[in-house]
């Protein structure tokens, strides 16, 4: 296995459980003595995963497997980075759910195909965070 496909698996691994912490973080909100910081640090270890599993698929050779389609394309930016969580976060569950799901051609598709959404999600989500960055740095450089 090539040193770019290890990474690669190495940061979908990081993606999809940052991704499951960021969920159990939100849904330990409703528990007595719950902590918003819980889940705004679950935030920025999802952005930071996300970010890593996007510069590893770029890191990908052409003709990879895993290469999404449409890799090449620019990414969607939203620009609520909210609703690129998400996208990631349903990404990771499907990602979960055609991994366990019975063996079958079909599954092996589902499998291919949530591969690829996730990577599609997380550099989206990267997209949105550097926007948001430099939409708050002014001319000088500094973050305001």
Same mark, same amino acid.
Request: net charge negative; proline share 12%.
């Given at each position: 296995m090539s040193r770019q496909?290890? =990474?690669y698996l190495a940061a979908k691994g990081a993606a999809v459980l940052a991704a499951l912490d960021l969920l159990a973080a939100e849904r330990r909100l409703a528990e007595?003595?719950?902590?918003v910081t819980t889940v705004l640090a679950a935030e920025v270890v999802l952005d930071v995963a996300a970010a890593g599993l996007a510069a590893a698929v770029d890191d990908l050779p052409d003709g990879s497997s895993h290469l999404p389609v449409g890799w090449? =394309?620019?990414?969607a930016v939203s620009g609520v980075a909210l609703v690129a969580r998400h996208?990631?976060?349903?990404a990771a569950l499907r990602c979960l759910t055609a991994e366990y799901a019975d063996e079958s051609a079909d599954a092996d598709a589902e499998a291919a195909?949530?591969?690829e959404q996730l990577a599609l999600a997380c550099r989206n989500l990267?997209?949105?965070?550097?926007?948001?960055?430099a939409r708050h740095t002014n001319e000088s450089g500094r973050l305001l």
């Open positions: 496909l290890e =990474e007595p003595g719950s902590n090449g =394309e620019p990414p996208r990631v976060v349903k195909y949530a591969e990267a997209a949105d965070i550097d926007a948001r960055q």
